[in-house]
């Protein structure tokens, strides 16, 4: 644990920094790396091993991001975001039948290694959409990371302390629906303080409560799905990349989900 705080107490402030004063363009270079480097770690877990088998993938990501950025940047964006969305939730329909493409064969491991197109890149398009959303879109990036960041936190500590019944126990027999609550709670807490930050008057508190909980429950989603193909995998982490919190993935996961949700609600609430 005091590996673990001390690694996120050193990475909050470079992040933190990276949002608010990085140029747009600089921004998405940045997020595509971090992103990368979780579908490097994920196409492991699919069940590709080899080195030369998960370039290709990450060949293929890094090569659909920068021709999105060149070709579609910005107004074919929300579609993007749109097709992350749709994509989560049939992930939260596969959760549900957590045994569909567990068995390891090439197979499985195609489907699962597709599936993190959809995952990387939408997350990857909702990032780029809420950065460069005006003098304010750095704060509205901020804000979509802090609500994870509560989400984690709340949940965490709630679940820890109070424990109970579990939320998905053949999935991630950690996760507690204390913890849901809790995690439930921060976000809206976090959502009430942010709305004056954010240029918006209290006019506004009802419609940001509702994308702060939809947000926080697909990251929820987020979180499950890279729990879900890490028992598959029979993977305890994803990677050993950051001290104390495993690989890059299981650090994004919950953003994977929760950022095209938030960016196309946004969009949607004209927030």
Same mark, same amino acid.
């Given at each position: ?7 996120? !107490?050193?990475?909050? %402030?470079?992040?933190?920094? =990276? ?5 747009? @363009?600089? +921004? #998405? *270079?940045?997020? $595509? ?66 045994? !569909?493409?567990?068995? %390891?064969?090439?197979?499985? =491991? ?5 599936? @993190?197109? +959809? #995952? *990387?890149?939408? $997350? ?148």
């Amino acid at each position: 644990m005091k590996q673990r705080i001390l690694t996120a !107490l050193l990475m909050l %402030p470079l992040a933190i920094a =990276a949002v608010l004063w990085l140029p747009t @363009g600089w +921004f #998405m *270079a940045l997020v $595509a790396a971090v992103l990368l480097l979780g579908i490097w770690e994920w196409a492991r877990l699919s069940g590709l091993p080899k080195p030369h088998q998960r370039a290709v993938v990450l060949l293929l990501h890094a090569v659909a991001m920068a021709a999105l950025a060149r070709l579609a940047w910005p107004e074919g964006f929300p579609s993007v975001v749109a097709v992350g969305c749709l994509w989560w939730l049939a992930a939260a329909v596969w959760l549900g039948r957590s045994q !569909l493409a567990g068995v %390891p064969n090439r197979g499985n =491991a195609l489907i699962k290694s597709v599936a @993190g197109l +959809f #995952m *990387a890149v939408p $997350a990857w398009a909702g990032a780029a959409l809420l950065h460069a959303d005006g003098d304010l879109g750095p704060r509205w990036m901020l804000y979509a990371l802090c609500l994870v960041w509560a989400a984690d936190t709340f949940a965490y500590f709630t679940g820890s302390r109070i424990g109970g019944p579990k939320l998905a126990p053949s999935i991630s027999p950690n996760k507690t629906w204390a913890g849901f609550w809790g995690g439930l709670g921060g976000v809206l807490i976090v959502s009430v303080a942010a709305t004056p930050l954010l240029g918006l008057d209290f006019s506004y508190a009802l419609p940001m409560l509702a994308l702060a909980a939809v947000t926080f429950v697909a990251s929820v989603v987020g979180d499950l799905f890279e729990s879900l193909i890490k028992r598959h995998s029979g993977a305890k982490d994803s990677g050993a990349l950051i001290p104390g919190h495993g690989g890059v993935m299981d650090r994004v996961d919950s953003l994977l989900a929760a950022l095209p949700v938030f960016a196309l609600g946004k969009l949607w609430l004209g927030l």
